[in-house]
C-alpha cells in the first residue's frame, strides 16, 4: 500500500495550496482519510480527516474556516484545499488511511496505519 501526496510548496502568507494523495495497493473508500503535519520540533499533529469515507469531516480548530478536506473515492484521492495560509501553517504535511477508527482515536496519529511520505508547506510572512 502506497499513499503518495503532492502539491506542497513555497507561498505568501494569504495564499491558497490545494494537496492531493492518492492511495495505491487497497482501497480506502469505507475508511478514514485525513492529514497530519509536523513542523521542525514539534509533535506531528492532526489536520483534517474525511470519515468513513466522507461521511463526515473533522478539522484542527486553528485550521476550521480556512482548510477543506474532501476525497474521491472512484480515484482513491482525498485533497486538502488551504485558504489564507499563515507562516503558522508552515510544516511537512502528510497524508494518512486508517481502518476501523472509532471518533475519539482520529487525532491520535498512533492509530493509523498508512501514511505517505509527506509533502513540505512552506508559508512565508
Known amino acids: 500500500v502506497q499513499l503518495q501526496a503532492s502539491g506542497g510548496g513555497l507561498v505568501q502568507a494569504g495564499d491558497s495550496l490545494r494537496l492531493s494523495c492518492a492511495a495505491s495497493?487497497?482501497?480506502?473508500?469505507?475508511?478514514?482519510m485525513g492529514w497530519f503535519r509536523q513542523a521542525p520540533g514539534q509533535e506531528r499533529e492532526f489536520v483534517a480527516s474525511?470519515?468513513?469515507?466522507?461521511?463526515?469531516?473533522h478539522y484542527l480548530e486553528s485550521v476550521k474556516g480556512r482548510f477543506t478536506v474532501s476525497r474521491d473515492n472512484a480515484k482513491n484521492t482525498i485533497y486538502l484545499e488551504m485558504n489564507s495560509l499563515k507562516p503558522e501553517d508552515t510544516a511537512l504535511y502528510y497524508c494518512?488511511?486508517?481502518?476501523?477508527?472509532?471518533?475519539?482515536?482520529?487525532?491520535?496519529?498512533?492509530?493509523?496505519?498508512?501514511w505517505g511520505r509527506g509533502t513540505q508547506v512552506t508559508v512565508s510572512s
Open positions: 494518512v488511511a486508517g481502518v476501523n477508527l472509532i471518533l475519539s482515536s482520529i487525532r491520535n496519529p498512533l492509530n493509523y496505519a498508512y
Open positions: 495497493g487497497r482501497t480506502f473508500s469505507r475508511d478514514d
Open positions: 474525511s470519515r468513513r469515507g466522507g461521511v463526515s469531516t
